[in-house]
């Protein structure tokens, strides 16, 4: 499956947007991007996924350039809820479906 | 149930003593994961079940570990013999298939202390 590298830590004030980039460089032509967010004390939580372009859902956006080397997870206006363990993965293209998680990105979020 | 649920939710024991964590999943769902989470870590895969068979096993760090799966519903992770390094929080997810596309929906965990 492929690595993924994205920022460990990330601070942000409520009602700012946040966006957060992960690289996945050797991303599988079938692979698809998935972003879990998890909260102290629980299970990780689906947010979003994609192929390329553009996503969007209730919660979150999410950008995929052309290359799919990389992808931003785009959360609007955040409110001090948001802080949480954000991870990006990378799979689903002939594997189990086990996930792979790197160590995610902490986000912080102020009042 | 509405979501996966898990049992305990917390559980101390003694080195060298044996556990067993259950995962109840989602009604339907064909596919279950366990994951192990270390303090301050991301989740490492352990095991997965379609049905009742474990296809990937790669996970399990070592043969103190075992899990079953029956009535392609209820799930069991036992550790023998437990070690101080065991200390983690246990997570079971299930999804409808085992396609990594497939959202996975996981449980609060079990936390396992290992004195």
């Known amino acids: 499956l492929a690595k993924t590298t994205q920022p460990i830590s990330m601070d942000s004030y409520e009602g700012q947007e946040v966006n957060i980039t992960c690289s996945h460089n050797?991303?599988?032509?079938?692979?698809?991007i998935t972003w879990y967010q998890q909260f102290p004390s629980q299970g990780p939580r689906f947010i979003i996924q994609g192929y390329k372009t553009k996503v969007t859902n209730e919660v979150a956006s999410l950008f995929i350039p052309a290359d799919r080397k990389s992808s931003t997870l785009s959360l609007p206006r955040v409110s001090l809820s948001d802080t949480a363990v954000y991870y990006c993965?990378?799979?689903?293209?002939?594997?189990?479906?086990?996930?792979?998680f790197g160590q995610g990105t902490t986000l912080q979020v102020k009042p | 149930g509405a979501g996966v649920s898990q049992s305990p939710s917390n559980k101390v024991t003694e080195k060298g003593k044996d556990v067993e964590l259950r995962c109840d999943p989602i009604s339907g769902h064909t596919a279950l994961y366990w994951y192990r989470q270390r303090l301050g870590q991301g989740l490492e895969f352990l095991i997965y079940f379609q049905g009742n068979s474990a296809p990937d096993k790669s996970g399990l760090p070592s043969d103190r570990f075992s899990a079953e799966r029956t009535g392609e519903s209820v799930s069991t992770l036992t550790i023998q013999r437990t070690q101080q390094e065991d200390s983690a929080v246990y997570l079971c997810?299930?999804?409808?298939?085992?396609?990594?596309?497939?959202?996975?929906?996981f449980g609060p965990g079990t936390r396992l202390l290992v004195l």
């Open positions: 997810a299930s999804s409808h298939q085992r396609t990594g596309q497939e959202t996975q929906y």
């Open positions: 993965l990378v799979g689903g293209s002939g594997n189990t479906g086990k996930l792979i």
């Open positions: 050797n991303i599988a032509t079938n692979d698809y």
